[in-house]
């Protein structure tokens, strides 16, 4: 498995932004898709947003207009831009790469996100 780290998570007031970053220690996402997940309180883990290498994404209807996934595959480095933040974003947030036919591989510790109204 292969160490993913991330940051830019915190504390932030309802309409704010962040912007997560996920690092990866060695390069895998140039071949690899590249998710974030949220496990929010009291509900199940969800996928955010995931992307491909060429750069196809998708959303959570819950997330769509508001976030945006993207990555730099030359830092090793995923990203997810989050605006309009509301309470309801609140929760763990983990960047996960590389997928097989039982889900994503390599998972980050996760970061809190915490929005108050």
């Known amino acids: 498995q292969v160490q993913l780290t991330e940051s830019g998570g915190g504390s932030v007031q309802a309409g704010g932004s962040l912007k997560l970053s996920c690092v990866a220690a060695l390069d895998i996402l140039t071949g690899c898709r590249g998710a974030w997940y949220r496990q929010r309180p009291g509900k199940e883990r969800e996928l955010v947003a995931d992307?491909?290498?060429?750069?196809?994404?998708t959303y959570a209807d819950s997330v769509k207009g508001r976030f945006t996934i993207s990555r730099d595959n030359a830092k090793r480095t995923l990203y997810l831009q989050m605006n309009s933040l509301s309470t309801e974003d609140t929760g763990v947030y983990l960047c996960?790469?590389?997928?097989?036919?039982?889900?994503?591989?390599?998972w980050g510790q996760g970061i809190q996100v915490t929005v108050s109204s």
């Open positions: 992307n491909s290498p060429l750069g196809d994404t």
């Open positions: 996960a790469a590389c997928r097989d036919s039982r889900g994503y591989i390599n």
